[in-house]
């Protein structure tokens, strides 16, 4: 049985293909188009998706869609009523939605055939619930605690779930306008980081403040008995989308959340780019602070209901490492399983894995092992693409390829490595990344002023080989998809100095052997020489989606200073261009 899944239409438009209850290929749009979360129909991806498992959009069975326009309805109709001036908008979006639920013609068009040729069967599933699915149905275990977060979806912001075999019990919702994601959005944009996704870029501006805000914050949400409730006197209306626009040519634009209630408070917002001062860092110090006290609030009460020790999560918040790492220590769940695409491209997953087990009660044996469910290329093509690019290159087997890029590094140098199938989700796991010497003091300012050109209080992360992460951080559940920051243990700081972030902390990544052999041997080879199991590892691009093709990945280190490109079997050498 063959289910095509979708999310469109909305940010991180993305495909993901289900044969038989396994997840064989998943992709987001971006990657393809090479526009940062585009939010239009993912035709690229549904074509990539057909064309990895050999399949005709004939050959579908299912379609799942990670969003359901008639969900939460009587509360969108309730809320419209309440605020009048959002009821054209609220009436406009209504129609979108309805124009766009044609995905018959969709598909038909976008793949060149007639609509009635195609005969699966559609299903819509709603947002959170889709979140929540593509969480669980990954996970290895049979009952869970199900939880999701983000902005908004379908009128959103926040489920809880009991989930168990093939059901999803949803028992609790928190609607629009109440939004964590929201809080976080709103603040950030105060402090000048204005774009969709800008988010992660603040938490690691965080540990950089002080205690200076957190009491005034707190009062922006409050916890009360049950969820939480913004206090909307410090935001603009932002209507049933929360604020985020998916312009017509499917660019994503976020719409101001500040009321000026804020800059009464806190004074004038910061302008994008300026000087960043000791009050932005102070506040982003206070929303991480206040994300988290009502996060683990959530948790603690998703737990009383559903009192097990694993709790599956995904939404936009859950990408939020830092909560996730501190949540062994301030609730009660044990374990975690995390959508490496925890934001919305991993709703395409969802809506098909829940359409497979919840809608047609099929058996559960599918398990996510690991996150590489993109396109891979083959050395022929990739060579030609060396050719076409001139650039001089040599050809090497497994081990000798291992040991030079291990040597490269150990030399301080910075490579991009490029091998398998790419990464579904925001981050670069060891297939689509730059790596380089995490020990060396200068190495944070040599990958941004030759390659990254991040802000300069961003961390850098540390991938490491799983049985070491004992040695290195102070807490032991694996982080396979670099979605949890811990301590790092004093006596290492000086070792991972250019991974280690102002509050001794890092974003690791812990590889098995198991999971990526390639990733975990390269890193092998560079431990026996230097003695360290760990790696920097850093997204392969450059201020644009992560490189999905080798022509991406040649064009980011002609045009960079990177040292040397390992690239299939061929290794490049700038030195010797
Ligand atoms: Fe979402």
């Known amino acids: 049985m063959l289910i095509l899944g979708l999310n469109m239409f909305h940010a991180d438009a993305s495909s993901a293909i289900v044969l038989d209850g396994e997840v064989l290929f998943a992709i987001a749009e971006e990657r393809l188009n090479r526009v940062k979360h585009f939010g239009g129909f993912p035709a690229l991806a549904v074509k990539a998706c057909l064309q990895a498992v050999g399949a005709k959009i004939t050959d579908v069975d299912h379609v799942a869609v990670g969003q359901d326009s008639d969900a939460n309805l009587a509360k969108k109709v309730q809320y419209a009523l309440a605020n ?52 669980y149905y990954c996970s290895p275990w049979e009952k869970a605690a199900g939880f999701s977060y983000d902005g908004s979806g379908d009128f959103v912001s926040t489920m809880m779930a009991r989930c168990e075999g093939n059901e999803i019990d949803v028992f609790d919702r928190v609607y629009l306008p109440h939004s964590l994601g929201s809080f976080y959005t709103m603040i950030c944009e105060f402090i000048g980081y204005r774009k969709y996704g800008d988010e992660g870029k603040v938490m690691g501006l965080a ?51 500040f009321s000026d209630r804020m800059i009464r408070l806190f004074g004038r917002p910061r302008e994008p780019y300026s000087e960043i001062t000791q009050r932005d860092m102070d506040l982003a110090f206070a929303m991480q602070h206040r994300f988290e006290e009502v996060f683990f609030h959530l948790l603690k009460q998703l737990h009383r209901h559903v009192p097990l020790p694993e709790v599956a999560m995904a939404g936009g918040c859950a990408l939020n490492s830092v909560a996730n790492g501190r949540l062994f220590a301030e609730t009660p769940f044990e374990r975690t399983w995390i959508q490496p695409a ?3 491209e991993g709703l395409a997953i969802g809506a098909a894995l829940h359409t497979y087990h919840s809608v047609l009660k099929q058996p559960r044996r599918y398990v996510m092992k690991n996150s590489y469910l993109g396109p891979e290329f083959s050395d022929p093509l990739i060579e030609s693409e060396l050719k076409k690019a001139s650039l001089p290159y040599r050809k090497l087997e497994r081990q000798p390829l291992l040991e030079a890029v291990a040597d490269q590094i150990a030399a301080g140098n910075v490579v991009g490595w490029f091998q398998g199938r790419m990464e579904w989700g925001p981050r670069a796991l060891g297939n689509r990344s730059i790596v380089a010497h995490p020990g060396r003091p200068d190495m944070k300012e040599i990958l941004n002023a030759r390659i990254k050109h991040r802000e300069w209080f961003r961390p850098f992360a540390p991938s490491i080989m799983a049985e070491y992460q004992h040695q290195y951080f102070e807490h032991d559940h694996p982080s396979p998809f670099m979605l949890h920051v811990y301590k790092i243990r004093p006596q290492k700081r000086k070792e991972l100095c250019a991974v280690n972030h102002v509050d001794n902390t890092g974003r690791l990544q812990t590889v098995s052997r198991e999971e990526n052999p390639l990733y975990y041997d390269l890193m092998e080879a560079f431990r026996r020489k230097t003695g360290i199991p760990v790696v920097l590892n850093t997204s392969f691009n450059e201020n644009e989606p992560i490189v999905c093709a080798p022509a991406e990945a040649i064009d980011c280190f002609k045009r960079t200073r990177m040292d040397a490109l390992a690239i299939g079997s061929f290794l490049v050498l700038k030195s010797e261009e």
């Open 84 to 135: 009048p001036a959002k009821i054209l908008n609220f009436i406009k979006l209504r129609q979108r939605k309805e124009a766009m639920r044609d995905v018959r013609a969709l598909l038909a068009g976008a793949l060149d055939t007639e609509p009635h040729k195609l005969h699966f069967q559609e299903h819509h599933l709603e947002h959170h619930i889709a979140h929540i699915a593509s969480a």
């Open 207 to 257: 540990p950089y403040g002080k205690d200076t805000y957190c009491e005034p914050l707190r009062r922006v949400i409050d916890l009360g008995n049950g969820n939480f409730q913004l206090d909307l006197g410090y935001f603009k209306p932002l209507g049933s989308n929360q604020g985020m626009q998916v312009l017509p040519d499917g660019t994503v634009r976020l719409a101001r959340h």
């Open 342 to 344: 925890a934001g919305d």
